[in-house]
């Protein structure tokens, strides 16, 4: 940049604080076009109760949250459901917070797929330079989450129900990106 006399302008470097402005903005522009790319594709994708291992893992929830629930034939669902942590800590979120179980597994749910779409933002910029195609990385799962993986019916890139799988995918992405 030249000044009036000839003599080139140095810009003024930039205050810390006013970088982390900037970076705090940016971050909260992600975060809320995550947010606003996971309700869209729960939106197109619906939310599918019950659905799946959904079968097994809901029983189970329901049981952690009330053990009056299910007084006989619960070995069937506990037997898989007993051994993770998943439906336990799905029930004291739900004794935790008052809301209905139906509630607190579609915001699971919704937990999960926004967990997913942020790591897959994150392994896409270990891929890309450029913020667009991160975002069409981004976009591209979203579009696809419940369509079938190599012509398996019940294997989806996101499985669209409740079990510890669903919260599996994002970790993985996660650890590609480190």
């Not at 929830?61 to 299910?70: G, M, Q, V």
Request: aromatic residues 12%; hydrophobic residues 50%.
């Amino acid at each position: 940049m030249q000044s009036s006399s000839g003599s080139a302008c140095v810009r003024p470097p930039r205050s810390l604080s006013a970088r982390m402005r900037g970076a705090l903005v940016n971050r909260v522009g992600r975060i809320s076009l995550l947010l606003a790319i996971t309700l869209v594709s729960i939106l197109v994708h619906g939310y599918h109760m019950g659905t799946d291992d959904a079968a097994i893992y809901a029983p189970g929830i329901e049981k952690a949250a009330d053990p009056s629930l299910f007084p006989f034939g619960s070995e069937f669902f506990m037997h898989h459901a007993g051994l993770s942590l998943f439906p336990r800590l799905v029930a004291s979120i739900t004794w935790l917070t008052g809301l209905p179980i139906e509630w607190s597994m579609l915001l699971w749910f919704a937990f999960a797929q926004f967990l997913l779409l942020w790591s897959a933002y994150e392994l896409a910029g270990q891929c890309f330079r450029s913020e667009r195609a991160r975002w069409a990385g981004v976009g591209l799962l979203a579009a696809f989450l419940s369509v079938p993986v190599a012509g398996t019916a019940p294997a989806f890139s996101s499985r669209p129900n409740r079990s510890p799988y669903a919260k599996s995918g994002f970790m993985l992405l996660s650890a590609l990106g480190v």
